[in-house]
């Protein structure tokens, strides 16, 4: 009788940890987006805006070996996502996240107007108002050496780190790591506010030409 009521009280302990355990267990991570919660009615992830520039926008939410991913196709086009984020980098440094190349933009440089596409764009803004947020984006581009840094030549507040470049790794999936908080230290030399906003973007119109990519799993992490 005793063993059943020790193992009585055992359960109950149990179920009573999974019933109080945190909906996050891993608070080491930051989830952003893992593309698994479907698309309204315009095929735009839910949680996410579309911003159309140039052009019109294809976007399709894919299924690969049990992974969501965000597919964006530019024809001359010019489009991106954003989604609304809060979070402190100096608790979440590390910015995470996946994504592969399949067609890069003919002659992309973002170094000029003229020549600023890229088949993949992911930019974090800092600060509550749209003309004086700062903006640290990170680029696949056509030929610039990787780490080449820059001002974005369409909007000054944005600073540009190449992390991809060049079709060497075209049609594979990459992981990128960032210390954003030190990216934004760096590149803008003060310390960051909050982190508001993150942008996903392609485009193709400045070389009248295609790109296409894919943008998988986006976290920020303590480590």
């Known amino acids: 009788m005793k063993n059943i009521r020790n193992q009585a009280s055992l359960i109950a302990l149990i ?6 355990m945190p909906a996050n267990a891993d608070n ?3 989830i952003i987006e893992s593309f698994s919660k479907g698309v309204d009615e315009k095929g735009v992830p839910l949680g996410w805006e579309l911003k159309e520039k140039v052009g019109n926008p294809i976007i399709k939410l894919e299924k690969e070996d049990d992974i969501y991913a965000l597919h964006l196709i530019s024809e001359q086009s010019s489009f991106g996502l954003t989604k609304k984020i809060n979070i402190d980098i100096k608790k979440y440094p590390y910015l995470n996240f996946r994504w592969k190349a399949i067609e ?3 002659n992309g440089d973002f170094r000029k107007k003229e020549t600023d596409d890229q088949a993949a764009q992911i930019y974090v803004a800092f600060g509550t108002f749209k003309l004086t947020a700062k ?19 369409a909007w000054s507040k944005t600073r540009l780190i ?14 990128e790591k960032r ?16 982190a508001k906003l993150i942008s996903l973007y392609i485009n193709s119109q400045h070389t009248k030409s295609r790109a296409e990519s894919y943008f998988g799993e986006i976290y920020f992490s303590k480590k």
């Open 15 to 20: 179920i009573l940890f999974f019933l109080f």
């Open 28 to 30: 080491d991570r930051l």
């Open 104 to 106: 890069l933009p003919r």
């Open 135 to 153: 903006i640290v984006g990170y680029l696949w581009e056509n030929k610039l050496p990787k780490l080449t840094t820059g001002v974005s030549p």
């Open 162 to 175: 190449v992390l991809e470049s060049g079709s060497e790794k075209i049609g594979e999936w990459v992981c």
């Open 179 to 194: 210390n954003i908080y030190n990216d934004y230290k760096d590149l803008f030399e003060k310390e960051p506010p909050e």
